[in-house]
């Protein structure tokens, strides 16, 4: 079956380490993108990719980074430059193809700052 | 003001119950509206397009209104598991493969035996 995986699904980072999340997908999509959620908020974009070798800033890129060098993988490091980096995270990807698409979603990985 | 707007909630209903959702955005150019569902501490799913003659997908009825820009839910004969936050989302354009869908803050349903 078609789907995104995300990995790991609970994360813990030290003050000052630098982790990486993975999001993987076989869904032959074009789009990937990476969103921050907060207890009780909505989702915040990160980074998008449309393509390849290809990235964008979302609305709060401040202290996290992106690789696009294949199109099934699209990795989000958080830096040590991320001062509030406890949250649950989200990969998505979607369809280029015309018409009315959403995202489909990873389940998603939790990290905390110990 | 926010790009898309939900009343938070909670919404606390018994069982059987009719329940509806409203939801407004801010941009006229936006292209297509969706709802998601999230349930506690899992990732959001999709579940249902909003069309501009309405739709309806069993007891959930998702309707549009561009002239007020404004989209609504109704869920018929609540059940215990639809029990969720539901995310209002909007599609504000495409920059190339990417679609620029905007998020909510959610609406949280709680439905009571």
């Known amino acids: 079956d078609g789907g995104i995986t995300q990995s790991p699904k609970y994360l813990f980072r030290k003050e000052g380490q630098n982790v990486t999340l993975s999001c993987e997908q076989n869904l032959n999509h074009d789009a990937m993108y990476w969103y921050r959620q907060d207890p009780g908020q909505g989702l915040r974009l990160i980074y998008y990719?449309?393509?390849?070798?290809?990235?964008q800033k979302g609305d709060i890129a401040e202290g996290y980074s992106v690789s696009r060098e294949k199109k099934e993988s699209f990795p989000l490091t958080v830096t040590s430059a991320q001062k509030n980096p406890t949250a649950f995270y989200l990969c998505a990807s979607s369809t280029g193809r015309r018409g009315n698409y959403g995202y489909t979603f990873g389940s998603g990985t939790r990290l905390t700052v110990v | 003001r926010k790009e898309v707007e939900q009343d938070p909630g909670p919404f606390n209903v018994p069982e059987g119950a009719t329940v509806a959702f409203n939801c407004t955005y801010s941009?006229?150019?936006?292209?297509?509206f969706f709802w998601y569902r999230q349930d506690c501490r899992k990732e959001p799913k999709l579940l249902m397009s909003?069309?501009?003659s309405g739709n309806e997908d069993g007891r959930f009825t998702a309707q549009l209104n561009r002239a007020s820009q404004y989209i609504s839910l109704l869920i018929r004969d609540s059940k215990l598991s639809d029990s969720a936050t539901y995310l209002c989302?909007?599609?504000?354009?495409?920059?190339?493969?990417?679609?620029?869908?905007?998020f909510g803050s959610g609406t949280q349903l709680t439905v009571l035996p």
């Open positions: 990719s449309q393509i390849v070798n290809d990235f």
């Open positions: 941009n006229s150019a936006s292209q297509s």
């Open positions: 989302v909007v599609n504000m354009g495409s920059s190339g493969s990417a679609r620029q869908l905007t």
């Open positions: 909003v069309y501009s």
